[in-house]
C-alpha cells in the first residue's frame, strides 16, 4: 500500500490539526490537551470537543510517521479520551465514554473548567427558547410545556416534554383532582445571581363548593420551578410545592404533587419502551424492568422509597443512538406511586406521585426531583446509570453525557497505538506503564460494548451500528495481533458475523446484473456509504489472516453496490450540484433504491481507505476478483482519490480539508480520516503477526533511533 502524500503536504495537514484546532481544557481538575471540532468556536459558547473525532485524530498521529515526528500531540489526545471515559463506576461494566465536551479555554493554571455558558435565545415566557451545552429547551410556560432536547442528536431526535400534571387532594371528606396546566396564571422565566435559569409557573387551587351553589374553595398555590445551574447544567431540577391558604390545612388531606412526562412516544422512532427502576442502595432489592406493557394505565410502583431512579429507554437501537430519560427523585420516601400510560406505539405518559397525608398550619408540601436527558446510553447497566447521574451532578459543566456516537473509533485508535508501540515502531515508545493502562482500559470497554450488544440473542443486529461495530471489529483485530488470544479472536468472530448479517442483497429487475449488496443496519431503512465503507475495511483487513470463505464474495457484493453519482446540497445558502461517489441499496418495502452519495469529505476518505485495504487483501491473495472488477477497484479507488484531493486547500501556514464540495469549513473527522485514506495507514499494521514483532521492524526502530541521534 503506497503513500499518496508527499511528505510536505502530509505535515501541512497534520499542521492544521496542531495549529488550529489544538486547544487546553481542564477535566477532573488536570488541563490537557485536545482537539476542538472546527477552527472557529460557535457564537455565544466554547469550543466543541467531541470524543470519537478526537480518537481519529489519535488514530491518525499514532500512526509511526507520525508519532515519531512528534509524539506529544498524540499522547496527549490519549490522555484526553482517557479523561472523558476514565471515571471509575465500581460494578459497572465500564466506564462512562461522554460524546463531547463543550468549554472555553481555562485561565492559565486555574485547574478548574470554567463556568457553563446557558444562553437565553428567547425570554418570551409564552415562546421562550434555552440552550445548554447539552441540551436545547423550548415551551410556553402559560401552558405548563417545557420541551427539551440533546443537542448533539439532531433533527427528527426524540424530546422529553416536562408537561402532564395533575394536583390530588381530599377536602371535607371529597376527593378532588385539578389538571395542573389549566390552573395556571402566573408563568415568568429569570436569570439567577449564578449565571443559571430558572422557569416557572403557578395558579391557584381551586375546589367546587360543598354545595353545587356554593362559590369555588380557593385551597392554596400550587408552583413548578424548573432549575438550570451553570455548574451542573445537564440536569433539570425540578421542584413543586403546594402551599395552602391560612385556616386551610386542617380541612385538606391525602395530598398528591405529581411530576410528569407526556407525549413521550409521538411516533414509533421516538417510542419509548421500557421503565426502569433502581432501588435504594441499602434496600438490597434486585433493580426492576418494565417492558411490553399493555395498552392504557399499569401501576408501576407502589409506597415510599421503592425508587432512588426511574429511567424511560428507548429499545431496538444501539446505545449511542438510544435516548433515556433519568428521574431521581431528592426525597424517595415522599413517593406514594408510578403509573404509565402505553399507546400503540410505546409509553405515552408517566406520572409520579408524592404526597403527605395532612399538612400543618403554615407548613408546605415541596417535593423535588432532578432530571436528565440522555441521547444515548448504557441504560441496562444499573451501576452505569447511577454513575450518569453522579457526573451529572459532579462531573465537568460542560459534558454532553449521551454516550459517545462511535465507541468504535476510540477503541479502534486505543488497539492501534498499542500495537504499534508492541510492534516496534516506534524510537520513543510509550512508558510499559502507561500502555498496560491503555490496554485495560480497551479491553474492559470493548467487553461492555458486547455486553450491551449481547449478540447471542436474536434481536442483536437491531442494536448494531454498521459503522461503530465495524471499528470495534478493527480493534479486535489489532488486539489479537497483538497477543494471539483466543478471547479476542471469538470476540472478531461475532463481529464478523454481525456485519456479514447487515449485508442486504440487491433485488433489481435485471437477473443478469452483477452480484451487488450494501450493509445497511437493521433499524435503518438506507445503507450509509460511511457504515458501508467502514465495514468493507474491517473485512478486508480481516481476510488477510482469517480463512473464512464468505469473506471475499462479501467484498465483492459490496464492490458491487458502490456507484458514480450526482447530487445536490444547499452550502452558504444556495444549491450546489457535484458528482462522487455513493452506495445503493434495494428497499424491498418501497421497491425502489436509494442512495447515499459522498457530499461530506470523510464520507469519501472513509471509502478511500476501505478500497485501499481491499486492493491490499486482493495483491495478498486474500481475496479473488474477476479481471473486470479488479479493474473497477483500480478505477474506483484512483477516482475517489482525485475527488478528496480537490477537496484541499491552503489555510495560511496549513491544508485543510473541506467538509463538502464547495464548503470552505473543515473539521477534525474529516481532517484525520483524509490523512489516514492518503497514508499507508493499514501496512504497518498488516505486517505485524499475532504476538509477534512488524516483520523488519526492530531493524527499521535501530535505523530511526541512529537517525535521530
Known amino acids: 500500500m ?132 447539552m441540551h436545547d429547551y423550548a415551551g410556553d410556560l402559560s401552558r405548563g410545556l417545557v420541551v427539551q432536547s440533546v443537542r448533539s442528536a439532531g433533527p427528527g431526535a426524540p424530546m422529553l416534554r416536562h408537561t402532564g400534571n395533575l394536583f390530588e387532594v ?48 380557593q385551597l392554596g398555590t400550587l408552583r413548578y420551578e424548573y432549575a438550570i445551574e451553570p455548574e451542573h447544567p445537564a440536569l433539570l431540577r425540578l421542584t413543586v410545592s403546594f402551599t395552602p391558604e391560612p385556616g386551610v390545612a386542617g380541612a385538606i388531606s391525602r395530598l398528591r404533587l405529581t411530576t410528569a412526562c407526556d407525549e413521550l412516544s409521538p411516533t414509533e422512532s421516538q417510542a419509548f419502551g421500557a421503565i426502569l427502576v433502581d432501588p435504594p442502595a441499602s434496600a438490597g432489592i434486585t433493580p426492576g424492568r418494565f417492558a411490553g406493557l399493555p395498552p392504557g394505565t399499569t401501576t408501576v410502583l407502589e409506597g415510599g422509597g421503592a425508587a432512588a431512579l426511574i429511567a424511560l429507554v428507548q429499545e431496538g437501537r444501539p446505545p449511542g443512538f438510544g435516548h433515556g430519560v433519568y428521574l431521581r427523585p431528592r426525597d424517595p420516601d415522599r413517593m406514594v406511586s408510578l403509573t404509565a400510560t402505553v399507546r400503540s406505539v410505546g409509553l405515552h405518559w408517566l406520572l409520579t406521585r408524592y404526597g403527605a397525608d395532612s399538612l400543618q398550619e403554615q407548613e408546605s408540601l415541596v417535593v423535588c426531583e432532578d432530571r436528565l436527558l440522555v441521547g444515548g446510553g448504557l441504560h441496562d447497566d444499573a451501576a452505569a446509570r447511577g454513575a450518569l447521574m453522579a457526573r451529572a451532578e459532579a462531573g465537568p459543566p460542560g459534558l454532553d453525557l449521551s454516550l459517545c456516537l462511535d465507541q468504535g473509533a476510540v477503541l479502534n485508535a486505543v488497539a492501534t497505538h498499542l500495537l504499534l ?90 437477473p443478469g446484473a452483477p452480484p451487488e449488496a450494501a450493509f445497511r443496519d437493521a433499524w435503518s431503512g438506507v445503507a450509509y456509504l460511511d457504515c458501508h465503507a467502514a465495514a468493507m475495511l474491517a473485512l478486508a483487513r480481516v481476510a488477510l489472516h482469517r480463512d473464512d470463505p464468505r469473506l471475499g464474495p462479501a467484498l465483492r ?74 479493474a473497477r477497484l483500480r478505477f474506483l479507488a484512483t477516482l475517489c482519490l482525485d475527488l478528496l484531493r480537490d477537496r484541499i486547500g491552503l489555510a495560511e501556514d496549513a491544508l485543510e480539508v473541506r467538509l463538502g464540495p464547495r464548503s470552505g469549513a473543515a473539521n477534525v473527522e474529516a481532517q484525520a480520516w483524509t490523512v489516514l485514506a492518503l497514508m499507508p495507514t493499514d501496512a504497518p499494521i498488516a505486517r505485524t503477526a499475532p504476538g509477534l514483532p512488524a516483520e523488519g521492524e526492530t531493524e527499521r526502530r535501530a535505523a530511526l533511533a541512529d537517525a535521530a541521534d
Open 2 to 133: 503506497h503513500d499518496c502524500l508527499q511528505d510536505t503536504v502530509r505535515r501541512h495537514l497534520v499542521r492544521f490539526l496542531r495549529i488550529r484546532l489544538a486547544r487546553r481544557v481542564v477535566l477532573d481538575g488536570r488541563e490537557l490537551v485536545a482537539l476542538a471540532e472546527t477552527a472557529a468556536a460557535p457564537a455565544g459558547e466554547g469550543d466543541v470537543f467531541c470524543t470519537d473525532s478526537n480518537a481519529k485524530a489519535a488514530e491518525l498521529l499514532s500512526h509511526p510517521a507520525l508519532w515519531n515526528e512528534d509524539p506529544d500531540l498524540a499522547a496527549g489526545l490519549f490522555d484526553f479520551l482517557l479523561a472523558m471515559g476514565g471515571q471509575d463506576c465500581p460494578g459497572a461494566a465500564a466506564p462512562l465514554l461522554p460524546r463531547r465536551l463543550i468549554a472555553r479555554p481555562p485561565a492559565p493554571g486555574a485547574g478548574v473548567p470554567p463556568a457553563a455558558r446557558i444562553e437565553i435565545l428567547s425570554d418570551d415566557p409564552r415562546d421562550f427558547a434555552i440552550r445548554t451545552p
Open 170 to 217: 381530599t377536602h371535607q371528606g371529597r376527593y378532588h383532582c385539578v389538571d395542573v396546566e389549566d390552573a395556571i396564571t402566573a408563568f415568568g422565566l429569570e436569570r439567577t445571581a449564578t449565571g443559571g435559569v430558572r422557569l416557572h409557573h403557578a395558579g391557584p387551587v381551586r375546589v367546587p363548593g360543598k354545595e353545587p351553589a356554593d362559590a369555588p374553595v
Open 421 to 510: 508501540a508492541a510492534g516496534g515502531h516506534y524510537v520513543r515508545p510509550p512508558p510499559p506503564e502507561r500502555l498496560d493502562r491503555l490496554r485495560a482500559w480497551c479491553e474492559r470497554r470493548i467487553e461492555a460494548y458486547f455486553d450491551a450488544l449481547a449478540p447471542e440473542r436474536p434481536d442483536a443486529p437491531r442494536r448494531v451500528y454498521a459503522r461503530e461495530l465495524a471499528f470495534v471489529a478493527l480493534a479486535l483485530d489489532c488486539l489479537w495481533r497483538l497477543g494471539g488470544e483466543a478471547r479476542h479472536r471469538r470476540r472478531l468472530g461475532q463481529a464478523v458475523d454481525l456485519l456479514l448479517g447487515l449485508l442486504r442483497d440487491a433485488h433489481g429487475d435485471d
Open 557 to 630: 457484493r459490496a464492490l458491487g453496490a458502490l456507484r458514480l453519482a450526482t447530487g445536490e446540497i444547499a452550502e452558504d445558502g444556495r444549491g450546489v450540484v457535484f458528482d462522487s461517489l455513493a452506495v445503493r441499496c434495494w428497499d424491498p418495502e418501497r421497491g425502489t433504491w436509494t442512495t447515499d452519495i459522498a457530499a461530506w469529505s470523510y464520507k469519501l476518505a472513509l471509502l478511500l481507505r476501505a478500497l485501499r485495504a481491499m486492493q491490499a487483501a486482493l495483491a495478498a491473495g486474500a481475496i479473488e476478483l474477476a479481471a473486470e472488477e479488479a
